[in-house]
């Protein structure tokens, strides 16, 4: 179990920071990942139940046959990561216009500016 949840962690902390340095706002990616995540392990957990019966945690050798779900569990949180991942880098970075430098035209005219009046 806690290979989960230092995989949500580590996840989390590579999205945050792409959403950093693309200049966005993280939360909405976070929260749908971590859903998402979730989801994962109840569906997996769901599985387990279904094809064991819901006696299979009374089982004292059940954890052999829950091993078999976690392969497919980690494959399906690490997809989900690429499709975040993914989509998150597809966005253009942000540039704030107050940041550039405005040159004046080169040709040594003046513009009329008139109509800011």
Known sequence: MIEFLLLLVGFCYVLHKMCAEKG????????????????ILFLTSAAIVFFYG??????????KEIMSFTLPAIL????????FRRKISRISDY??????????????TKKDLSYFR
Request: hydrophobic share 40%; aromatic share 18%.
């Open 24 to 39: 966005i706002s993280p939360w909405s990616y976070l929260i749908g990942f971590v859903t998402g995540f979730f989801l």
């Open 95 to 108: 540039h704030d216009e107050d940041d550039e430098t405005h040159t004046p035209p080169s040709d040594g």
């Open 54 to 63: 819901p006696n299979i945690l009374n089982d004292p050798e059940a954890g």
């Open 76 to 83: 399906f949180q690490f997809m989900l990561f690429l499709f």
